[in-house]
């Protein structure tokens, strides 16, 4: 069955960056986009990037716009998100999950990983 | 940008008694509307997308209904498994900007 396998995550200072990986696995063809989202403590759900399934179209939530980068490996299918001058706010658990059509991006979430959680603090 | 807001913010209810929750988007978005549940500690699951088809596996006594600007989601019967977290989300436009409404508490 389809897994989504989110690494990467842990304490890291404002101002500093980290690199989180999104390990897909279980699909047939691997020609899906992938998005970020991510879950501030006790708070509600936030999109945060989309990849299409070939890294042509990325888009990103204004909130992490040039602070965020995503990219992908699609020989390891793997996806990452880049994270620059974190804050005290991006502190929450980020979900990998996978768009439901292949080639287009229908913009829901049908498969979520587990989540890693990220927390900014000095 | 489009706006989600869901309400009630928690709703208690029985189990075996049915509860129908509301989304309202700020304009309109077709029937480009998903629902999630999520439970304590658990990942989020897609119940519902395109307004009122169900997710696979989601069992008959979830629905939903609503395009334009007002949306339901109502369970019929709830279950103690239910109980939880309800988020409406919309994915209209191009390029994509995704929200969230705030979810519904679905408690006993």
């Known amino acids: 069955q389809v897994q989504l396998v989110e690494s990467g995550g842990g304490v890291v200072q404002p101002g500093r960056s980290l690199r989180l990986s999104c390990a897909a696995s279980?699909?047939?063809?691997?020609?899906?986009?992938l998005h970020w989202l991510r879950q501030a403590p006790g708070k509600g759900l936030e999109w945060v990037a989309v990849i299409s399934y070939d890294g042509s179209k990325i888009f990103y939530a204004d909130s992490v716009k040039g602070r965020f980068t995503v990219s992908r490996d699609n020989p390891k299918h793997t996806i990452y998100l880049e994270m620059n001058s974190l804050r005290s706010e991006d502190t929450a658990v980020y979900y990998c999950a996978r768009d439901p059509s292949e080639v287009v991006i229908a913009g829901y979430f049908e498969h979520w990983g587990q989540g890693t959680l990220v927390t900014v603090s000095s | 940008e489009v706006v989600m807001t869901q309400s009630p913010a928690s709703l208690s209810v029985s189990p075996g008694e049915g509860a129908t929750l509301s989304c309202r988007a700020s304009?309109?978005?077709?029937?480009?509307l998903a629902w999630y549940q999520q439970k304590p500690g658990q990942t989020p699951r897609l119940i519902v997308y395109g307004a009122s088809s169900r997710a696979a596996g989601i069992p008959v006594r979830f629905s939903g209904r609503g395009s334009g600007t007002e949306f339901t989601l109502s369970i019929r019967s709830l279950q103690s498994e239910d109980f939880g977290v309800y988020y409406c989300q919309q994915y209209d436009g191009w390029p994509p900007v995704l929200n969230f409404g705030g979810g519904t508490k679905v408690e006993i």
């Open positions: 304009q309109s978005i077709g029937t480009n």
């Open positions: 279980g699909f047939t063809r691997y020609s899906y986009a």
